[in-house]
């Protein structure tokens, strides 16, 4: 009878840590523009990121740094009221190279996610 009770335990265990309850759920990136790591020939204005949950705009921070350690964002990131998934920044305009962008959002849901990608801009072809 004792090892019935405890098979049953621990399949409810079991049935508990694999299925993702709603409130577990936090922001993921979904997609980005540029594009994670993509290769440009023509320098964007502006960097997008949309994720997968509604952010906390007063907690959405994003910036655009230069191999050489330059901020090259006008420092103006905005989550807006129409589109509650996306961060988005103003960029100076840049030169040749690589380029890292940092994200730090909250979601609604109060879980913080943080992270960073590159892009880099080549010269345009002749």
């Known amino acids: 009878m004792k090892s019935a009770w405890q098979g049953a335990a621990a399949l409810g265990l079991l049935i508990a840590l694999l299925d993702p309850a709603p409130g577990w759920a936090h922001a993921v990136l979904v997609r980005s523009t540029p594009a994670i790591r993509a290769v440009l ?3 964007p204005d502006r960097v997008a990121l949309w994720f997968s949950e509604r952010l906390e705009p007063a907690f959405a921070r994003m910036s655009v740094w230069s191999a050489d350690g330059t901020q090259v964002d006008i420092e103006d990131a905005q989550v807006t009221l129409d589109e ?3 961060l988005s920044v103003s ?5 040749p190279g690589t380029y ?3 994200y ?3 979601s609604v849901d109060g879980h913080v996610v943080e992270g960073a990608f ?6 345009p072809s002749r």
């Not at 960029?91 to 030169?95: K, V």
């Not at 590159?118 to 010269?123: H, K, P, S």
Request: proline share 9%.
């Open 100 to 102: 890292t962008v940092r």
């Open 91 to 95: 960029l100076r305009p840049l030169s």
């Open 118 to 123: 590159t892009f880099t801009l080549r010269t």
């Open 104 to 106: 730090r959002v909250l």
């Open 41 to 43: 020939r023509r320098a």
């Open 84 to 86: 509650p998934k996306k």
